[in-house]
């Protein structure tokens, strides 16, 4: 969740199925948006409930956008790879993420995403899961991120060692792992993957799941 006094952004929520996330009560997430950067059930799994009891909107790609509409949601806006939408409290801008999307139901899911997010003058780069890919450098080029918000798992995604290469291509040493240890084939060894980002200048937070850190 990314929170501001303004709103809220909830990215890709996946609480009640994840075994290190028993201690999180979905009851108390109301966010003012939910963005999905794909179709795959650890990213989708829990949007319905945190739609029914919020006044969220739902911000996707048009495939995954068009699966929550058939499915009886209206507060959804499709989008896709490009656009950027421009809310009261925060700028957002979808794009290229290299990996796979399918929906919970086997249908097609379109192509994955990430996100640009500026946000109380801060930039973040949610890059959803991806390997490493060159449009990343079109970021770097664009925008001046302060946080890059990278998997580290590998195995479906890009490990450490291609995130470090990834915060080189955005340009930001400041690095939040995301996609691991949710899954014995994504555990990660914290402390080996902490000391590799500090042998090249950089930061890696890898947070325990219900704390916080503020930009």
Same mark, same amino acid.
């Given at each position: +969740?990314?929170?501001?006094? =303004?709103?809220?952004?909830? *990215?890709?929520?996946?609480i009640s199925g994840n075994s290190l996330a028993g201690s999180i009560s979905?009851?108390?997430?109301?966010?003012?948006?939910?963005?999905?950067?794909?179709?795959?059930?650890?990213?989708?799994?829990?949007?319905? %409930?945190?739609?029914?009891?919020?006044? @969220?909107?739902?911000?996707?790609?048009?495939? *995954?956008?068009?699966?929550?509409?058939?499915?009886?949601?209206?507060?959804?806006?499709?989008?896709?790879?490009?656009?950027?939408?421009?809310? !009261?409290?925060?700028?957002?801008?979808?794009?290229?993420?290299?990996?796979?999307?399918s929906m919970p139901d086997g249908s097609y899911g379109g192509n994955p995403l990430g996100f640009v997010i500026? +946000?109380?003058?801060?930039?973040?780069?949610?890059?959803? !899961? %991806? @390997?490493?890919?060159?449009?990343?450098?079109?970021?770097?080029?664009?925008?001046?991120?302060?946080? @890059?918000?990278? $998997?580290?798992?590998?195995?479906?995604? +890009?490990?450490?060692?291609?995130?470090?290469?990834?915060?080189?291509?955005?340009?930001?040493?400041?690095?939040?792992? +995301?996609?691991?240890?949710?899954? $014995? $084939?994504? %555990?990660? !060894?914290?402390?080996?993957?902490?000391?590799?980002? !500090?042998? =090249?200048?950089?930061?890696?937070?890898?947070?325990?799941?219900?704390?916080?850190?503020?930009?």
């Amino acid at each position: +969740m990314f929170s501001s006094s =303004q709103g809220s952004l909830l *990215v890709d929520p996946f609480i009640s199925g994840n075994s290190l996330a028993g201690s999180i009560s979905l009851d108390e997430i109301v966010p003012d948006y939910i963005l999905l950067s794909h179709g795959h059930q650890d990213h989708v799994l829990d949007v319905e %409930t945190i739609y029914n009891q919020s006044q @969220a909107s739902v911000v996707a790609n048009f495939e *995954v956008a068009s699966w929550f509409q058939n499915r009886g949601l209206e507060r959804v806006i499709p989008m896709n790879h490009g656009g950027k939408l421009k809310l !009261d409290f925060a700028s957002i801008k979808l794009v290229n993420a290299v990996h796979s999307s399918s929906m919970p139901d086997g249908s097609y899911g379109g192509n994955p995403l990430g996100f640009v997010i500026e +946000m109380d003058g801060q930039c973040l780069y949610f890059a959803g !899961d %991806t @390997a490493l890919h060159q449009d990343m450098k079109q970021i770097r080029d664009e925008y001046r991120v302060n946080l @890059a918000i990278l $998997p580290v798992g590998g195995h479906f995604t +890009m490990g450490v060692e291609d995130a470090l290469k990834a915060a080189d291509y955005v340009d930001c040493k400041r690095i939040l792992g +995301m996609h691991y240890d949710t899954f $014995p $084939p994504i %555990t990660i !060894d914290h402390e080996a993957s902490k000391n590799l980002a !500090d042998s =090249q200048g950089k930061e890696l937070i890898l947070m325990q799941i219900g704390n916080s850190i503020k930009l």
